[in-house]
Protein backbone atom coordinates (compact mmCIF):
# COMPACT_ATOMS: atom_id res chain seq x y z
CA UNK A 1 0.00 0.00 0.00
CA UNK A 2 0.83 3.47 -0.48
CA UNK A 3 -0.07 6.27 1.24
CA UNK A 4 -0.29 10.19 1.20
CA UNK A 5 -0.94 12.70 3.40
CA UNK A 6 -2.94 16.44 3.15
CA UNK A 7 -3.25 18.07 6.00
CA UNK A 8 -6.70 20.37 5.92
CA UNK A 9 -7.80 23.27 8.24
CA UNK A 10 -8.96 22.63 11.67
CA UNK A 11 -6.84 19.74 12.34
CA UNK A 12 -8.66 17.47 9.39
CA UNK A 13 -6.55 15.56 7.20
CA UNK A 14 -7.00 13.71 4.50
CA UNK A 15 -5.27 10.72 4.16
CA UNK A 16 -5.25 8.27 0.39
CA UNK A 17 -4.49 5.18 0.24
CA UNK A 18 -3.84 3.05 -3.17
CA UNK A 19 -3.98 -0.68 -2.82
CA UNK A 20 -1.97 -2.48 -5.73
CA UNK A 21 -3.10 -5.33 -7.68
CA UNK A 22 -1.72 -7.98 -5.21
CA UNK A 23 -3.06 -6.72 -2.16
CA UNK A 24 -6.55 -6.66 -4.44
CA UNK A 25 -6.01 -10.30 -5.13
CA UNK A 26 -5.57 -11.10 -1.04
CA UNK A 27 -8.85 -8.93 -0.11
CA UNK A 28 -10.25 -10.76 -2.73
CA UNK A 29 -9.81 -14.26 -1.57
CA UNK A 30 -10.31 -13.34 1.66
CA UNK A 31 -13.26 -12.29 0.35
CA UNK A 32 -14.41 -15.72 -1.10
CA UNK A 33 -13.99 -17.16 1.98
CA UNK A 34 -16.56 -15.12 3.43
CA UNK A 35 -19.21 -15.07 0.78
CA UNK A 36 -18.80 -19.49 -0.47
CA UNK A 37 -20.02 -19.98 3.13
CA UNK A 38 -23.57 -18.04 2.46
CA UNK A 39 -24.43 -18.72 -1.36
CA UNK A 40 -26.13 -22.36 -2.58
CA UNK A 41 -25.12 -23.83 -5.71
CA UNK A 42 -26.66 -26.83 -6.93
CA UNK A 43 -23.76 -30.28 -7.87
CA UNK A 44 -21.73 -28.24 -4.59
CA UNK A 45 -21.84 -28.23 -1.01
CA UNK A 46 -22.45 -25.34 0.75
CA UNK A 47 -19.45 -23.89 1.34
CA UNK A 48 -17.20 -25.85 -0.77
CA UNK A 49 -17.75 -23.83 -4.36
CA UNK A 50 -14.80 -23.21 -6.19
CA UNK A 51 -14.06 -19.62 -6.84
CA UNK A 52 -14.02 -19.38 -10.40
CA UNK A 53 -17.35 -21.42 -10.30
CA UNK A 54 -18.94 -18.74 -7.94
CA UNK A 55 -17.96 -15.99 -10.38
CA UNK A 56 -18.90 -17.61 -13.32
CA UNK A 57 -22.57 -18.34 -11.67
CA UNK A 58 -22.57 -14.62 -9.79
CA UNK A 59 -20.33 -12.37 -11.33
CA UNK A 60 -16.82 -11.52 -10.07
CA UNK A 61 -18.60 -8.57 -8.64
CA UNK A 62 -19.93 -10.91 -6.19
CA UNK A 63 -16.25 -10.98 -3.92
CA UNK A 64 -16.18 -6.83 -4.61
CA UNK A 65 -18.03 -5.69 -1.06
CA UNK A 66 -16.88 -7.70 1.33
CA UNK A 67 -13.24 -7.19 -0.33
CA UNK A 68 -13.90 -3.66 -0.18
CA UNK A 69 -15.12 -3.88 3.40
CA UNK A 70 -11.73 -6.30 4.43
CA UNK A 71 -9.27 -3.75 2.59
CA UNK A 72 -10.68 -0.29 4.01
CA UNK A 73 -10.27 -0.60 7.61
CA UNK A 74 -6.44 -2.43 7.16
CA UNK A 75 -5.30 0.48 4.73
CA UNK A 76 -6.94 3.01 7.00
CA UNK A 77 -5.50 2.05 10.54
CA UNK A 78 -2.26 1.07 8.13
CA UNK A 79 -2.39 5.01 7.06
CA UNK A 80 -2.96 6.22 10.91
CA UNK A 81 -0.11 4.43 11.94
CA UNK A 82 2.61 5.06 9.48
CA UNK A 83 1.50 9.02 9.79
CA UNK A 84 1.37 8.45 13.76
CA UNK A 85 -2.02 10.08 13.38
CA UNK A 86 -4.56 9.77 16.72
CA UNK A 87 -8.19 10.06 14.94
CA UNK A 88 -11.05 11.89 16.96
CA UNK A 89 -13.80 11.34 15.11
CA UNK A 90 -15.32 8.75 12.58
CA UNK A 91 -13.35 9.49 9.16
CA UNK A 92 -15.57 9.83 5.95
CA UNK A 93 -14.31 7.92 2.75
CA UNK A 94 -14.72 8.11 -0.60
CA UNK A 95 -13.65 5.93 -3.85
CA UNK A 96 -11.40 7.42 -5.61
CA UNK A 97 -10.39 4.40 -8.49
CA UNK A 98 -13.34 1.63 -8.13
CA UNK A 99 -12.54 -1.36 -6.83
CA UNK A 100 -11.77 -3.82 -9.59
CA UNK A 101 -9.75 -7.38 -9.87
CA UNK A 102 -6.72 -7.08 -11.27
CA UNK A 103 -6.47 -3.18 -11.00
CA UNK A 104 -5.11 -0.93 -8.01
CA UNK A 105 -7.77 0.70 -5.45
CA UNK A 106 -7.18 3.99 -4.10
CA UNK A 107 -9.45 5.76 -1.53
CA UNK A 108 -9.59 8.58 0.40
CA UNK A 109 -10.24 9.11 4.02
CA UNK A 110 -10.89 12.67 5.78
CA UNK A 111 -10.51 12.50 9.78
CA UNK A 112 -10.03 15.06 12.31
CA UNK A 113 -7.21 13.96 14.31
CA UNK A 114 -5.90 15.50 17.50
CA UNK A 115 -3.64 18.59 17.12
CA UNK A 116 -0.05 19.00 17.45
CA UNK A 117 1.05 20.86 20.52
CA UNK A 118 3.59 23.42 20.76
CA UNK A 119 5.20 23.26 24.22
CA UNK A 120 5.89 26.45 26.33
CA UNK A 121 7.73 26.05 29.07
CA UNK A 122 6.93 23.38 31.50
CA UNK A 123 10.24 22.29 33.34
CA UNK A 124 12.18 24.96 35.51
CA UNK A 125 8.87 27.00 36.08
CA UNK A 126 8.81 28.96 39.24
CA UNK A 127 5.04 28.84 41.55
CA UNK A 128 4.25 30.25 44.70
CA UNK A 129 3.52 28.13 47.25
CA UNK A 130 1.45 28.93 50.10
CA UNK A 131 2.79 29.10 53.66
CA UNK A 132 1.74 26.93 56.30
CA UNK A 133 0.92 28.53 59.69
CA UNK A 134 -2.24 27.65 62.03
CA UNK A 135 -3.15 30.21 64.16
CA UNK A 136 -4.79 29.55 67.67
CA UNK A 137 -7.96 31.46 66.11
CA UNK A 138 -8.38 28.22 63.84
CA UNK A 139 -7.52 25.75 66.44
CA UNK A 140 -10.22 27.80 68.57
CA UNK A 141 -13.27 27.14 65.43
CA UNK A 142 -11.75 23.79 64.75
CA UNK A 143 -12.85 22.98 68.84
CA UNK A 144 -16.02 25.13 68.82
CA UNK A 145 -17.02 23.01 65.97
CA UNK A 146 -16.31 19.79 67.62
CA UNK A 147 -18.49 21.17 70.77
CA UNK A 148 -21.06 21.65 68.37
CA UNK A 149 -21.14 18.42 67.30
CA UNK A 150 -21.71 16.47 70.61
CA UNK A 151 -24.26 19.27 71.89
CA UNK A 152 -27.32 17.83 73.48
CA UNK A 153 -30.70 19.18 73.27
CA UNK A 154 -32.19 19.62 76.36
CA UNK A 155 -35.82 20.06 77.85
CA UNK A 156 -36.11 23.61 78.77
CA UNK A 157 -38.37 25.98 81.84
CA UNK A 158 -39.02 28.54 79.21
CA UNK A 159 -42.38 29.51 79.59
CA UNK A 160 -41.82 32.09 75.61
CA UNK A 161 -40.40 30.01 72.67
CA UNK A 162 -37.42 32.16 71.52
CA UNK A 163 -35.24 32.47 68.65
CA UNK A 164 -32.24 29.93 69.01
CA UNK A 165 -35.07 27.15 70.48
CA UNK A 166 -36.01 24.09 69.17
CA UNK A 167 -39.60 23.86 69.10
CA UNK A 168 -41.26 20.64 69.41
CA UNK A 169 -44.43 20.91 67.50
CA UNK A 170 -47.78 18.94 66.03
CA UNK A 171 -48.73 20.69 62.81
CA UNK A 172 -51.17 20.14 59.93
CA UNK A 173 -51.45 23.04 56.60
CA UNK A 174 -54.58 23.50 54.93
CA UNK A 175 -55.12 25.08 51.34
CA UNK A 176 -58.20 26.74 50.53
CA UNK A 177 -59.23 24.75 53.92
CA UNK A 178 -58.49 21.63 53.03
CA UNK A 179 -55.64 19.44 54.25
CA UNK A 180 -52.73 18.47 51.66
CA UNK A 181 -50.30 15.33 51.26
CA UNK A 182 -46.91 16.12 53.46
CA UNK A 183 -48.47 19.15 55.46
CA UNK A 184 -48.80 17.33 58.41
CA UNK A 185 -46.65 15.96 61.43
CA UNK A 186 -46.13 14.78 65.04
CA UNK A 187 -43.37 15.86 67.57
CA UNK A 188 -41.59 17.92 65.24
CA UNK A 189 -38.48 19.37 66.18
CA UNK A 190 -37.93 22.57 64.23
CA UNK A 191 -35.13 25.13 64.99
CA UNK A 192 -36.04 28.67 65.51
CA UNK A 193 -34.35 30.43 63.16
CA UNK A 194 -32.54 27.44 60.47
CA UNK A 195 -34.37 28.87 57.95
CA UNK A 196 -35.33 25.49 56.99
CA UNK A 197 -38.84 25.90 56.97
CA UNK A 198 -41.47 27.92 54.73
CA UNK A 199 -40.43 31.38 54.54
CA UNK A 200 -41.73 33.33 57.64
CA UNK A 201 -43.63 30.32 59.55
CA UNK A 202 -40.79 30.22 62.24
CA UNK A 203 -40.90 33.87 63.23
CA UNK A 204 -44.45 33.48 63.42
CA UNK A 205 -43.60 30.86 66.06
CA UNK A 206 -41.54 33.04 68.63
CA UNK A 207 -43.53 34.06 71.83
CA UNK A 208 -45.92 31.13 71.62
CA UNK A 209 -46.05 29.12 74.82
CA UNK A 210 -46.25 25.07 75.74
CA UNK A 211 -49.48 23.72 75.20
CA UNK A 212 -50.53 26.44 73.40
CA UNK A 213 -52.00 26.46 69.67
CA UNK A 214 -51.97 28.83 66.91
CA UNK A 215 -52.63 29.34 63.10
CA UNK A 216 -49.39 30.31 60.85
CA UNK A 217 -50.28 31.97 57.68
CA UNK A 218 -47.71 31.73 54.77
CA UNK A 219 -47.12 31.55 51.48
CA UNK A 220 -45.38 28.72 49.60
CA UNK A 221 -42.37 30.05 47.28
CA UNK A 222 -42.85 30.26 43.76
CA UNK A 223 -40.12 28.68 42.80
CA UNK A 224 -41.38 25.26 45.44
CA UNK A 225 -40.33 21.89 44.02
CA UNK A 226 -43.56 20.65 44.33
CA UNK A 227 -45.91 22.34 41.65
CA UNK A 228 -49.19 22.02 43.31
CA UNK A 229 -47.84 24.23 46.18
CA UNK A 230 -45.69 26.78 44.47
CA UNK A 231 -47.05 30.10 45.03
CA UNK A 232 -50.13 28.96 47.26
CA UNK A 233 -51.06 30.36 50.60
CA UNK A 234 -51.85 27.95 53.03
CA UNK A 235 -52.49 28.30 56.77
CA UNK A 236 -51.26 25.80 59.67
CA UNK A 237 -52.64 24.88 62.89
CA UNK A 238 -49.88 24.48 65.18
CA UNK A 239 -49.32 23.75 68.88
CA UNK A 240 -46.00 24.16 70.65
CA UNK A 241 -45.71 20.47 72.60
CA UNK A 242 -42.23 21.05 74.50
CA UNK A 243 -39.64 23.47 73.89
CA UNK A 244 -35.66 22.02 73.68
CA UNK A 245 -32.47 24.26 74.00
CA UNK A 246 -28.77 23.39 72.88
CA UNK A 247 -26.21 22.34 75.99
CA UNK A 248 -22.83 22.77 74.07
CA UNK A 249 -20.50 21.02 76.43
CA UNK A 250 -17.83 22.92 78.07
CA UNK A 251 -14.27 22.77 76.59
CA UNK A 252 -12.76 21.26 79.25
CA UNK A 253 -10.54 17.76 80.23
CA UNK A 254 -13.69 15.16 80.53
CA UNK A 255 -15.18 16.89 77.08
CA UNK A 256 -11.64 15.76 75.70
CA UNK A 257 -11.72 12.21 77.56
CA UNK A 258 -15.24 11.71 76.03
CA UNK A 259 -14.20 12.55 72.27
CA UNK A 260 -11.33 10.49 71.98
CA UNK A 261 -7.99 9.66 73.84
CA UNK A 262 -7.00 12.33 75.02
CA UNK A 263 -6.08 13.31 78.83
CA UNK A 264 -6.32 16.71 79.18
CA UNK A 265 -8.16 19.63 76.84
CA UNK A 266 -4.48 21.01 75.99
CA UNK A 267 -4.11 17.22 74.72
CA UNK A 268 -6.95 17.65 72.18
CA UNK A 269 -6.08 21.22 71.26
CA UNK A 270 -2.80 19.51 69.97
CA UNK A 271 -4.36 17.26 68.09
CA UNK A 272 -6.74 19.75 65.97
CA UNK A 273 -4.05 22.24 65.66
CA UNK A 274 -1.71 18.63 64.44
CA UNK A 275 -4.77 17.41 62.00
CA UNK A 276 -5.22 21.19 60.66
CA UNK A 277 -1.62 21.53 59.64
CA UNK A 278 -1.35 18.23 58.09
CA UNK A 279 -4.49 19.08 55.76
CA UNK A 280 -3.20 22.87 54.98
CA UNK A 281 0.06 21.42 53.81
CA UNK A 282 -1.82 18.81 51.55
CA UNK A 283 -4.03 21.95 50.66
CA UNK A 284 -0.70 24.18 50.02
CA UNK A 285 0.58 20.81 47.66
CA UNK A 286 -2.51 20.19 46.01
CA UNK A 287 -2.94 23.86 44.94
CA UNK A 288 1.00 24.52 43.92
CA UNK A 289 0.82 21.24 41.57
CA UNK A 290 -2.37 22.39 39.87
CA UNK A 291 -0.83 26.04 39.50
CA UNK A 292 2.35 24.49 38.17
CA UNK A 293 0.02 22.33 35.00
CA UNK A 294 -2.12 25.56 34.83
CA UNK A 295 1.01 27.57 34.03
CA UNK A 296 2.51 24.98 31.76
CA UNK A 297 -0.95 24.65 29.86
CA UNK A 298 -1.04 28.04 29.38
CA UNK A 299 2.59 28.35 28.06
CA UNK A 300 1.58 26.34 25.18
CA UNK A 301 -0.35 26.67 22.05
CA UNK A 302 -2.91 24.16 21.03
CA UNK A 303 -5.89 24.64 18.13
CA UNK A 304 -8.35 22.46 20.42
CA UNK A 305 -11.07 20.75 18.57
CA UNK A 306 -14.22 21.65 18.51
CA UNK A 307 -15.18 17.82 18.79
CA UNK A 308 -13.26 17.28 21.73
CA UNK A 309 -14.65 20.16 23.58
CA UNK A 310 -18.65 19.21 22.84
CA UNK A 311 -17.41 15.66 24.01
CA UNK A 312 -16.27 16.87 27.34
CA UNK A 313 -19.41 19.28 27.46
CA UNK A 314 -21.31 16.51 26.87
CA UNK A 315 -19.30 14.11 29.58
CA UNK A 316 -19.66 17.06 32.31
CA UNK A 317 -23.61 17.41 31.75
CA UNK A 318 -23.56 13.47 32.15
CA UNK A 319 -22.03 13.61 35.77
CA UNK A 320 -24.43 16.82 36.77
CA UNK A 321 -27.28 14.70 35.66
CA UNK A 322 -25.97 11.99 37.84
CA UNK A 323 -25.02 14.26 40.62
CA UNK A 324 -28.99 15.83 40.13
CA UNK A 325 -30.01 11.84 40.83
CA UNK A 326 -27.92 11.68 43.89
CA UNK A 327 -30.28 14.59 45.36
CA UNK A 328 -33.47 13.46 44.22
CA UNK A 329 -34.07 15.67 40.85
CA UNK A 330 -34.08 14.91 36.96
CA UNK A 331 -32.46 17.42 34.38
CA UNK A 332 -35.77 18.03 33.07
CA UNK A 333 -36.79 19.28 37.13
CA UNK A 334 -34.02 21.26 36.89
CA UNK A 335 -34.18 23.03 33.71
CA UNK A 336 -38.04 23.49 34.68
CA UNK A 337 -36.72 25.19 37.86
CA UNK A 338 -33.75 27.44 36.20
CA UNK A 339 -35.69 28.22 33.24
CA UNK A 340 -32.66 27.26 31.69
CA UNK A 341 -32.61 24.85 27.72
CA UNK A 342 -30.62 21.64 27.94
CA UNK A 343 -28.57 23.47 25.46
CA UNK A 344 -27.98 26.04 27.51
CA UNK A 345 -26.64 24.05 30.64
CA UNK A 346 -24.63 22.38 27.81
CA UNK A 347 -23.10 25.85 26.95
CA UNK A 348 -22.75 26.69 30.81
CA UNK A 349 -19.74 23.68 30.83
CA UNK A 350 -17.95 25.31 27.96
CA UNK A 351 -15.46 27.30 29.99
CA UNK A 352 -14.20 23.53 31.86
CA UNK A 353 -14.43 21.76 28.93
CA UNK A 354 -12.46 23.65 27.02
CA UNK A 355 -9.83 23.96 29.57
CA UNK A 356 -9.85 19.83 30.38
CA UNK A 357 -9.51 19.24 26.85
CA UNK A 358 -6.56 21.52 26.47
CA UNK A 359 -5.00 20.06 30.04
CA UNK A 360 -5.22 16.50 28.42
CA UNK A 361 -3.72 17.70 24.96
CA UNK A 362 -0.38 19.27 27.00
CA UNK A 363 -0.04 16.52 29.64
CA UNK A 364 -0.39 13.80 26.66
CA UNK A 365 2.50 15.81 24.96
CA UNK A 366 4.88 16.18 27.88
CA UNK A 367 4.50 12.45 28.07
CA UNK A 368 5.37 11.58 24.91
CA UNK A 369 8.43 14.02 24.83
CA UNK A 370 9.94 12.79 28.44
CA UNK A 371 9.38 9.12 27.36
CA UNK A 372 6.64 8.25 29.82
CA UNK A 373 5.33 5.20 30.24
CA UNK A 374 2.46 3.56 32.63
CA UNK A 375 4.16 0.35 33.69
CA UNK A 376 1.94 -2.95 33.84
CA UNK A 377 2.69 -2.45 38.33
CA UNK A 378 1.19 0.76 38.13
CA UNK A 379 -1.85 -0.84 36.10
CA UNK A 380 -2.50 -3.42 38.09
CA UNK A 381 -1.93 -1.06 41.10
CA UNK A 382 -4.95 1.05 39.89
CA UNK A 383 -7.57 -1.63 39.13
CA UNK A 384 -6.69 -2.77 43.13
CA UNK A 385 -7.70 0.96 44.13
CA UNK A 386 -10.76 0.82 41.77
CA UNK A 387 -11.63 -2.53 43.36
CA UNK A 388 -11.92 -1.14 46.85
CA UNK A 389 -13.31 1.81 45.86
CA UNK A 390 -16.11 0.04 43.83
CA UNK A 391 -16.05 -2.69 46.51
CA UNK A 392 -15.36 -4.93 44.04
CA UNK A 393 -13.85 -8.61 45.82
CA UNK A 394 -12.03 -9.85 42.88
CA UNK A 395 -9.18 -7.12 41.05
CA UNK A 396 -8.22 -9.71 38.43
CA UNK A 397 -12.27 -10.09 37.17
CA UNK A 398 -12.39 -6.59 37.41
CA UNK A 399 -10.20 -6.19 34.81
CA UNK A 400 -11.51 -9.02 32.54
CA UNK A 401 -14.87 -6.57 32.96
CA UNK A 402 -12.74 -3.40 31.85
CA UNK A 403 -11.07 -4.97 29.13
CA UNK A 404 -13.91 -6.31 27.64
CA UNK A 405 -15.48 -2.68 27.86
CA UNK A 406 -12.58 -1.25 26.23
CA UNK A 407 -12.30 0.83 29.43
CA UNK A 408 -8.20 -0.30 30.30
CA UNK A 409 -6.95 2.04 27.67
CA UNK A 410 -8.56 4.97 29.68
CA UNK A 411 -7.45 3.97 32.89
CA UNK A 412 -3.86 4.07 31.15
CA UNK A 413 -4.30 7.13 29.58
CA UNK A 414 -5.62 8.87 33.19
CA UNK A 415 -2.49 7.68 34.96
CA UNK A 416 -0.35 8.91 32.61
CA UNK A 417 -1.61 12.56 32.94
CA UNK A 418 -0.98 12.23 36.34
CA UNK A 419 2.33 11.23 35.59
CA UNK A 420 2.94 13.83 33.48
CA UNK A 421 1.22 16.38 36.22
CA UNK A 422 3.68 15.05 38.55
CA UNK A 423 7.02 15.37 36.21
CA UNK A 424 5.68 19.21 35.94
CA UNK A 425 5.36 19.76 39.76
CA UNK A 426 8.91 17.82 40.60
CA UNK A 427 10.41 20.44 38.12
CA UNK A 428 8.46 23.45 39.67
CA UNK A 429 10.67 25.53 41.99
CA UNK A 430 8.72 27.03 44.83
CA UNK A 431 8.56 30.16 46.09
CA UNK A 432 7.49 30.95 49.00
CA UNK A 433 3.90 33.39 48.60
CA UNK A 434 3.93 37.17 49.59
CA UNK A 435 1.94 37.40 52.95
Known amino acids: MQFNLE ?31 KVNIPGFRKGH ?13 VLYEDAVDIIVPKGYLKALEDYKLEPIDQPKLEVKQAFEAGKPFVFTAKVEVVPEVELGQYKGLEIEKAKVEIKDEQVTERLAALQERHAELTLSDKKNLEKGDFAVIDFEGYIDGQPFSGGAAQAYCLEIGSGSFIPGFEEQLIGMEIGTDKDIKVTFP ?7 LAGKEATFKVTLKEIKVKEIPAADDEFAQSVGDFNTIDELKEDLRKKLTEWAIQDAETSFAQAAVNKAVENAKVDVPETLVKREMDDLLHRFEHNLAYQGLTLEKYLEYTKKTREEVLEDFRPEALKRVKSDLV ?35 LREILESRGQLSAIKQAILLEKAADFIKENTKAIEAAK
Do not use: C
Not at 49 to 61: D, Q, W, Y
Open 363 to 397: LTQIAQVENLEVTEEELTEKIQELAVRYQHKNPAK
Open 222 to 228: EDYPRED
Open 49 to 61: VPRAILEKHFGKE
Open 7 to 37: KLDKNFVALEVTVNEEEVEEALAESYKRVVK
